[in-house]
């Protein structure tokens, strides 16, 4: 989430900012492995996942929508979409915890909301078909 946050600001290239991410961090290679995966998916799949963001975002402009939360939105749509061996209430349940460590006070309602909506009416929708 970090790592897509430094990105959105447009200071730093995906290269750069992966390579950075680790700086400070220790980590096996499969945590590596795994978080290279969920931000390049991520970045690959990213005019996708805000056409989502903006088609559920009733209350909010997307413009308006805080850059953590965004990151955070981002990250767990894709894991929505595209990581099915990762079961959805634990994409939902991993994006709250982490809202509740880095966002404002009542941001993790908005993401669960959100990510809900996404789930129900798009991967949970596909899954039955």
Do not use: C
């Amino acid at each position: 989430m970090q790592t897509l946050y430094q990105v959105s600001w447009g200071e730093l290239e995906r290269g750069e900012a992966l390579r950075l991410s680790w700086l400070e961090r220790e980590a096996d290679l499969s945590a590596r492995e795994f978080a290279k995966l969920l931000i390049e998916g991520t970045l690959d799949h990213q005019e996708e996942i805000d056409t989502l963001i903006q088609t559920f975002s009733t209350h909010w402009t997307f413009d308006r929508i805080p850059r953590v939360e965004l990151a955070i939105l981002r990250l767990s749509i894709f894991s929505l979409l595209y990581l099915s061996e990762i079961p959805p209430i634990v994409t939902i349940d991993e994006a709250i915890e982490i809202s509740k460590l880095y966002s404002g006070e009542d941001a993790w309602r908005y993401i669960n909301g959100m990510l809900d909506a996404i789930y129900s009416q798009n991967v949970a929708k596909q899954s039955r078909t």
